[in-house]
């Protein structure tokens, strides 16, 4: 079980607006750690979607928003497309770990 | 265009060795940490190592310790990772990423199409 817990599946109609939850400790996330999250197409790598937990790389559309509030992270996709189908992870690191990096167990996004 | 891309990956029995290689190009590999990810089929990602730009500093996530062995070539441009005693749980795909910094904080972009290492007999 992940120290980032993320809901396992989310799914929305196209157009309809989703929010995927990326939720910590005080350690993680509540200690002020940026969370960032990625975006996993279906047989893909992993793509980098919002990083310092707001902010769109290049190239991202704006339907995809970050935000961080005390120890949770959300990350909103509004105007749901069928090519949004796939898996997000959210990032964050951790001081009580010997691991680094914390990755969230993920969460598939299925358009209905 | 930036990108990095993995290799070395297999089919290697319990017990065996592995070493998977990443070839970094459009900007300059010295100046940037880099790390190992992998993901079990049909599982979410484990981060797995972290080097840092002059490859003095180096991390590894428990379940790898004193079997993986990361490192680098700046010179070369390349990560490698060097994986021995290999368990049947260490199957997965394994990813290459750059690590940015900026502001205090750190995030992991590009990864590379990652490569697929199956520890079975």
């Known amino acids: 079980q992940s120290v980032l817990t993320q809901p396992p599946s989310v799914s929305g109609a196209p157009g309809q607006r989703v929010t995927i939850s990326c939720t910590g400790s005080?350690?993680?996330?509540?200690?002020?750690?940026?969370v960032h999250w990625y975006q996993q197409l279906p047989g893909s790598a992993p793509k980098l979607l919002i990083y310092r937990n707001a902010n769109r790389p290049s190239g991202v559309p704006d339907r995809f928003s970050g935000s961080k509030s005390g120890s949770s992270a959300s990350l909103v996709i509004t105007g749901l497309q069928a090519e949004d189908e796939g898996d997000y992870y959210c990032q964050s690191f951790d001081t009580s770990l010997s691991v680094s990096w914390l990755f969230g167990g993920g969460t598939k996004l299925t358009v209905l | 265009e930036v990108q990095v891309v993995e290799s070395g990956g297999g089919l290697v029995r319990p017990g065996g060795s592995l070493r998977l290689s990443c070839a970094a190009s459009g900007f300059t590999f010295s100046d940037f940490i880099f790390n190992w990810v992998r993901q079990a089929p049909g599982k979410g990602l484990e981060w797995v190592s972290s080097?840092?730009?002059?490859?003095?500093?180096?991390y590894y996530a428990d379940s790898v310790k004193g079997r993986f062995t990361v490192s680098r070539d700046n010179a070369k441009n390349s990560l490698s990772l060097q994986m021995n005693t290999l368990r049947a749980e260490d199957t997965a795909v394994y990813y290459c990423a750059r690590e940015i910094q900026d502001d205090g904080t750190n995030w992991f972009d590009p990864w590379g199409q990652g490569t697929m290492v199956t520890v079975s007999s």
């Open positions: 005080s350690s993680n996330i509540g200690a002020g750690y940026d």
């Open positions: 080097i840092s730009s002059s490859g003095y500093y180096i």
